[in-house]
């Protein structure tokens, strides 16, 4: 059993930062595909980026690319999302998620675990 816990959420303006952390036990955080999803309110939970269990290769939607940089400390065990020129439209209750898979985490059908969530809220 895997368990993920975020951390790092926040109230923030728009243009400033935030750095998300999701702490990764039971197993070791690289032997999993793991990512950020996120749910705005009334929507559907979406992919914001991920990593590959193997060689660490990244992967972003369009809307955060450039703006977003997900990194994996393996000392930790331990993955994070910085987040950076952030925008009211990235409100949302972001997850953590791994997955038992060789294929980069980029939709929820491959997500075998989830964390709790830790909220976003930006302001105009």
């Known amino acids: 059993q895997v368990q993920l816990v975020e951390s790092g959420g926040g109230l923030v303006q728009a243009g400033g930062s935030l750095r998300l952390s999701c702490a990764v036990s039971?197993?070791?955080?690289?032997?999993?595909?793991v990512g950020w999803f996120r749910q705005a309110p009334g929507k559907e939970r979406e992919f914001v980026a991920a990593?590959?269990?193997?060689?660490?290769?990244?992967y972003y939607t369009d809307s955060v690319k450039g703006r977003c940089t997900i990194s994996r400390d393996n000392a930790k065990n331990t993955v994070y999302l910085q987040m950076n020129s952030l925008k009211p439209e990235d409100t949302a209750v972001y997850y953590c998620?791994?997955?038992?898979?060789?294929?980069?985490?980029?939709?929820?059908?491959?997500?075998?675990?989830w964390g709790q969530g830790t909220q976003v809220t930006v302001s105009s």
């Open positions: 998620a791994a997955g038992n898979t060789g294929m980069p985490l980029r939709t929820t059908r491959r997500v075998d675990y």
């Open positions: 039971g197993r070791t955080a690289s032997t999993y595909a």
């Open positions: 990593i590959s269990r193997s060689i660490g290769t990244t």
